[in-house]
């Protein structure tokens, strides 16, 4: 199992994945926006999302959780 969380303070821009859909190292589970740049959050590992915690328009701090990978 995998949290992925929240590297930096962001807004989240687009929501890629729902939970139930498997995922490779690397494919893109949300896109950011921090300081005006559009940032990708990828899966480290493969499976499934179990948890998706975001929605789009939501603030991130340093830290939240993302999601959760099984």
Known sequence: ???VRAE???SVFKVVVAEGD????NDT???VESMKMEIPV???EPGVVTRLKVAE????KEGDLIAVIE
Do not use: F
């Not at 498997?22 to 190292?25: A, Q, S, T």
């Not at 328009?57 to 991130?60: A, Q």
């Open 1 to 3: 199992m995998a949290d």
């Open 8 to 10: 930096m303070p962001a």
């Open 22 to 25: 498997r995922v490779d190292v």
């Open 29 to 31: 589970l949300i896109i």
């Open 42 to 44: 990828c899966a480290e």
């Open 57 to 60: 328009g939501d603030t991130l």
